[in-house]
């Protein structure tokens, strides 16, 4: 088994293609199971799209193999998404970078904890990282393995937001954006009126950030017709489809969170002072509506450059968290593989003992020689699997288990399947 993430993010791709390439992986975990894949989980946020990929691999694969199979299997994940996006196929290939095994835990490992965020220590990236494999797992696409990984990338969330100051302040992308509304604001939340794009998961945080800074007059606008079951459980009123300008006249700042696929152009903007602040993943307002006279237009990218610094300390405790998890969960892994292989080895070594207990009670029948003899070849049997599975560990240790299971095929033909978590289980995670 081999588990790989590609990883597009704001660090080194501009917001406008991690977009663009989130809408090319619309349909891409069923091409992938198609494709004979074990599994995959897509994690898309505002400002990153990172796919992690399971793979059958051969227990003693060198990486000079895996590093082929991967690099294939990407090579079917660009053209797909060049396909199926407005990228060329040499965009989408140079967007992403790519991360093995350990590597791709570590990363995933510092991603949930907020320590890859363009607000660092920000907590809305956990919950994404929770949805993502959620979804995954509903639709069928998530293996055990990939459970296990992200299972663990939340926990590790979990101890850096226990253990540090990271993030309590309550940073997120939402938060700075309504700081730097303020900004260029005249009036406080309790006398603004808020008009919020979109009933996901992004407007429903938007909701909560609005309300805890006192804004009452709150409207949801929806695209898609759901404002109203979505105002029902979340609160603040929804807005007609037919009712859209009305309501953008009526507001002091209007919020983008649904990433409509037609951006609002300046001439469906009503006149008038406003805030606007385009949050989407894919923009619900085209660019020049910043040029509206009065009108202020915060982006992701004006977030990005406004985000606040954590603390040195805190942003190193939280590296050390990660660090400490990801190693253990890596040796845990490998512990996992080793275990598969001791496993092998005694089903073998019992196998073959079987046999000749089988001889020897057709020789001397049931009685007190044969049960001598059959203590005898037990007790030895134990001794020599001794050495064996000592080492086994000790191999594992020092990250050389695949050396090991390439000794019991060269030397028994002992084939050592990879570990799975069972279907009972998986459900259950």
């Not at 949805?131 to 101890?159: C, E, K, M, P, W």
């Amino acid at each position: 088994m081999t588990i790989f993430t590609l990883v597009a993010s704001h660090q080194s791709v501009d917001l406008e293609t991690v977009a663009q390439l989130s809408n090319g992986v619309i349909g891409l975990p069923e091409y992938l199971r198609e494709e004979n894949i074990d599994g995959s989980v897509v994690l898309s946020t505002c400002n990153r799209l990172e796919l992690y990929v399971e793979v059958t691999t051969p227990p003693s694969s060198t990486e000079q193999f895996i590093a082929t199979q991967v690099a294939t299997i990407s090579e079917k994940i660009f053209d797909y998404i060049a396909r199926t996006s407005s990228l060329s196929l040499s965009v989408v290939a140079t967007s992403f970078e790519t991360f093995i095994d350990d590597r791709a835990a570590h990363h995933l490992f510092t991603v949930a904890s907020g320590l890859e965020s363009a607000v660092v220590g920000e907590r809305e990236i956990t919950g994404q990282v929770r949805r993502a494999i959620s979804t995954a797992q509903d639709d069928g696409y998530a293996t055990g393995n990939l459970v296990r990984l992200f299972d663990r990338g939340a926990h590790t969330a979990r101890q850096v937001g226990q253990q540090t100051a990271l993030g309590s302040r309550g940073r997120s992308v939402v938060s700075v954006a309504l700081d730097l509304a303020d900004e260029v604001s005249d009036s406080d939340w309790a006398h603004r009126t808020a008009l919020v794009f979109g009933t996901g998961a992004y407007a429903g945080a938007t909701m909560a950030a609005l309300r805890d800074r006192g804004c009452t007059e709150i409207y949801v606008y929806s695209r898609s017709n759901r404002a109203e079951t979505f105002t029902e459980k979340r609160g603040g009123s929804p807005v007609p489809l037919d009712q859209l300008h009305p309501a953008m006249e009526k507001a002091d700042v209007i919020i983008g969170c649904s990433g409509g696929s037609t951006p609002l152009h300046p001439n469906e903007i009503p006149a008038g002072k406003r805030v606007i602040l385009d949050l989407a993943l894919t923009r619900d307002f085209d660019p020049a509506v910043a040029d509206m006279p009065e009108i202020d237009l915060i982006t992701l990218e004006s977030v990005r450059l406004a985000a606040p610094e954590e603390t040195a300390e805190s942003v190193e405790t939280a590296r050390t968290i990660v660090n400490a998890a990801s190693a253990d969960f890596a040796q845990k892994e490998k512990a996992r593989n080793v275990d598969a292989a001791i496993v092998a080895l005694r089903a073998h070594t019992m196998s073959v003992l079987e046999t000749e207990l089988q001889k020897v009670r057709g020789q001397f029948g049931c009685g007190a020689a044969a049960e001598q003899v059959e203590f005898a070849m037990r007790r030895m049997v134990k001794s020599l699997l001794h050495t064996p599975t000592v080492r086994a560990r000790e191999l594992a240790q020092e990250g050389r288990t695949a050396d090991y299971i390439a000794a019991l095929d060269a030397l028994y033909g002992i084939d050592v399947q990879q570990p799975q978590v069972s279907e009972q289980k998986r459900n259950a995670s």
